[in-house]
């Protein structure tokens, strides 16, 4: 039984304002169309797609963007070492990326702690596939095991207002690895496609709570 409801309070939908600023601009003109305008704070957002397809480079590309404007962002790789990303980035990015913070790390709650204290205003996750909760008696990639990370992130980015995108590659007939419900959970599913033989790559919205999926 919930005792403590005094704190509760209801408020009419057209009492509640919205502004144009809430979004926060990635200056990736199409990455920011496609989002419906910008990064919405504490979004949770879900970019899938092939190995090699991209991904990690376009999310490296706004990082640099976002850290640029002096907003703290936090990288989490289980898949790369810092050396690595580092001569990643250095091929990718220029300028100033003082405000971009690496950390190499596939256990959840070590994440979990390194946000809670940091409280940066954006994270990635790269990718949902690597990481792994001590509490869960499974493999890391299992179902259990990408649900469970992506409730965990969920309730970080909501409870910090901090927005996340998460890196998760699909299957061989194009379906995200990893359990349904995990589209469910996010806030956005953004899909990155093309020929890697090609310089043309295609970002679509499948789902997206704060935009059309047209774009």
């Keep these: 039984v919930v005792k403590d409801v005094k704190n509760a309070q209801l408020v009419s939908l057209s009492s509640v304002e919205t502004k144009e600023d809430d979004r926060i601009k990635t200056t990736i003109q199409e990455l920011d169309r496609v989002l419906g305008g910008g990064i919405v704070p504490g979004s949770l957002v879900l970019?899938?797609?092939?190995?090699?397809?991209?991904?990690?480079?376009?999310?490296?590309?706004?990082?640099?963007?976002?850290?640029?404007?002096?907003?703290?962002?936090?990288?989490?790789?289980?898949?790369?070492?810092?050396?690595?990303?580092?001569?990643?980035?250095?091929?990718?990015?220029?300028?100033?990326?003082?405000?971009?913070?690496?950390?190499?790390?596939?256990?959840?709650?070590?994440?979990?702690?390194?946000?809670?204290?940091?409280?940066?205003?954006?994270?990635?996750?790269?990718?949902?596939?690597?990481?792994?909760?001590?509490d869960i008696a499974s493999a890391p990639g299992s179902v259990p095991q990408v649900r469970e990370a992506t409730n965990l992130l969920m309730y970080i980015a909501k409870q910090n207002d901090i927005s996340m995108f998460i890196v998760g590659h699909v299957t061989k007939d194009g379906s995200l690895a990893g359990p349904r419900v995990l589209e469910h959970m996010v806030d956005c599913v953004l899909y990155f496609e093309g020929d890697p033989n090609t310089s043309y790559r295609l970002l679509r919205a499948a789902k997206n709570r704060f935009g059309s999926t047209n774009e």
């Design 47 to 134: 970019v899938g797609g092939d190995p090699g397809i991209g991904k990690s480079t376009l999310l490296l590309q706004m990082c640099r963007n976002l850290a640029a404007s002096q907003t703290d962002v936090m990288y989490i790789s289980g898949e790369e070492s810092l050396v690595q990303i580092k001569m990643r980035a250095e091929r990718v990015c220029s300028g100033n990326t003082e405000n971009l913070f690496l950390l190499a790390e596939t256990n959840m709650e070590v994440v979990a702690a390194v946000a809670d204290e940091m409280k940066p205003e954006f994270v990635i996750i790269d990718s949902i596939q690597t990481m792994h909760r001590q």
